[in-house]
T-cell receptor
Framework: KAGVTQTPRYLIKTRGQQVTLSCSPISGHRSVSWYQQTPGQGLQFLFEYFSETQRNKGNFPGRFSGRQFSNSRSEMNVSTLELGDSALYLC???????????????FGPGTRLTVL | SQQGEEDPQALSIQEGENATMNCSYKTSINNLQWYRQNSGRGLVHLILIRSNEREKHSGRLRVTLDTSKKSSSLLITASRAADTASYFCATDANTDKLIFGTGTRLQVFP
């Protein structure tokens, strides 16, 4: 099976702009989660989607939003970019497992966003 | 805030030696997972241990979980240069999110 893919891999934007990142999960995986990774804050949970519904959300401002399509592909949008949004954005997909709230996550390679 | 804190933050060893990393967390969990990340790339799942399990093995990996102390350890035996990476624990605190620890950077010298 093909792994999780993320596009684009690298992105440079300026403050105030908006950006959309894309994630294609492993075929058959209906859960998609997004994470932000920075040297200062580490890995932070953004949100999780399952069957086109946002199930959980982390502590990020409303500028961060996402959605999931019927084919389980997911997009993440950040509006009004700030310098602090520079980070590696990781997407992960997973299959449900009985008795396990968050099963093994399969991560994509990430999108490196730089805000100037 | 981080749920998990790894210790040590960095570890340097020679090939063939064992590497032990520890993870402490704050709230009750259903399961705990360990992941590896190579130099700014995506994470790779290593092992999942449920809260009712005390020890789990996978190849050269051994994970223990002590829910009374809210801690877990990851042991990598007979380390190889290819094990050089950052290692993270992750817990499903309150089941509504997966929270990652701060990570341990492991350097294995040939």
């Amino acid at each position: 099976k093909a792994g999780v893919t993320q596009t684009p891999r690298y992105l440079i934007k300026t403050r105030g702009q908006q950006v959309t990142l894309s994630c294609s999960p492993i075929s058959g995986h209906r859960s998609v989660s997004w994470y932000q990774q920075t040297p200062g804050q580490g890995l932070q949970f953004l949100f999780e989607y399952f069957s086109e519904t946002q199930r959980n959300k982390g502590n990020f401002p409303g500028r961060f939003s996402g959605r999931q399509f019927s084919n389980s592909r997911s997009e993440m949008n950040v509006s009004t970019l700030e310098l602090g949004d520079s980070a590696l954005y990781l997407c992960a997909s997973s299959l449900p497992l009985a008795g396990v709230s968050y099963n093994e996550q399969f991560f994509g390679p990430g999108t490196r966003l730089t805000v100037l | 805030s981080q749920q998990g804190e790894e210790d040590p933050q960095a570890l340097s060893i020679q090939e063939g030696e064992n590497a032990t990393m520890n993870c402490s967390y704050k709230t009750s969990i259903n399961n705990l997972q360990w992941y590896r990340q190579n130099s700014g790339r995506g994470l790779v799942h290593l092992i999942l241990i449920r809260s009712n399990e005390r020890e789990k093995h996978s190849g050269r990996l051994r994970v223990t979980l002590d829910t009374s102390k809210k801690s877990s350890s990851l042991l990598i035996t007979a380390s190889r240069a290819a094990d050089t990476a950052s290692y993270f624990c992750a817990t499903d605190a309150n089941t509504d999110k997966l929270i990652f620890g701060t990570g341990t950077r492991l350097q294995v010298f040939p």
